[in-house]
């Protein structure tokens, strides 16, 4: 019979078929999500940066470079929510063991909705981003505020679509805690620990879309550190879990 509450299993290893199937879509969740976090949000921090100090050839602020970022945008945003989407699962299948991963997974749903808002924010980008290069060109450092003169209707696309992610973000948070206690595992607490400070670091750049925050063009740099090295946790950490339950 299914647990609705408890506390952790005191076992690190799986115990259940059921903890064996969610952290196995943890784990896929985690590596999907590594590879969507790189393509959406890495690659154009880094390219932006690059266009701003070193600019030259194809890192200059023209239509291909717009549309390239919108492009990596739109692929990543597809893949976080294919993250996002096994991370649900994963919860779900948890949840068949302990009722409190519920809210995890609920989380993750809202989230899902928000990342679908995101991608057509993303398709809007690549679809007009000659109206954004000369805005660019004035503060690239600025790019979601430019993206809020040049096109409205998608950059309050990206708030809506950012918000309900951010929550599903949460979802992810609240999951991973419960999960790195319950196999007493701690790179997936570490993970977890890794994925709130991202959400933390996140909420900056988006509320200065509507009011201007001084400095948070420098703690968007961190960002991509984040959301590198959580996932990587994750993925380690789901690894060592589902080993410890293969081994006799």
Not at 3 to 18: D, L, Q, R, W, Y
Not at 34 to 63: C, E, K, M, Q, R
Request: with cysteine; hydrophobic share 55%; proline share 5%.
């Amino acid at each position: 019979m299914a647990s609705t509450g408890g506390p952790p299993s005191a076992t690190p290893a799986a115990a259940h078929p059921e903890d064996r199937v969610g952290l196995g879509r943890l784990g896929t969740g985690a590596g999907v999500g590594l590879a969507g976090g790189i393509l959406g949000v890495v690659l154009p921090i880094v390219f932006l940066w690059l266009a701003s100090h070193n600019p030259g050839g194809f890192f200059s602020y023209d239509t291909t470079f717009v549309d390239t970022i919108g492009f990596f945008v739109l692929a990543g945003a597809i893949l976080l929510l294919v993250s996002l989407f096994m991370y649900r699962r994963g919860f779900a299948a948890l949840r068949k063991t302990d009722g409190r991963f519920a809210v995890a997974s609920i989380l993750c749903i809202i989230g899902s909705i928000g990342f679908l808002l995101l991608l057509v924010a993303a398709a809007v980008l690549v679809g007009t981003s000659s109206s954004l290069i000369a805005c660019l060109h004035e503060s690239p450092s600025h790019a979601l505020s430019c993206v809020k003169s040049g096109q409205p209707f998608g950059a309050y696309t990206a708030l809506i679509g950012f918000w309900l992610g951010w929550l599903g973000g949460l979802g992810i948070v609240v999951g991973l805690v419960m999960a790195g206690g319950r196999y007493h595992n701690g790179a997936v607490t570490g993970g977890a620990a890794l994925y709130a400070l991202l959400l933390v670091v996140l909420i900056g750049p988006f509320l200065n879309v509507l009011v201007a925050i001084p400095g948070v063009d420098y703690v968007l740099l961190v960002a991509p550190v984040f959301i590198v090295l959580a996932p990587g946790l994750v993925l380690g950490g789901t690894r060592r879990s589902l080993a410890a339950a293969a081994s006799p």
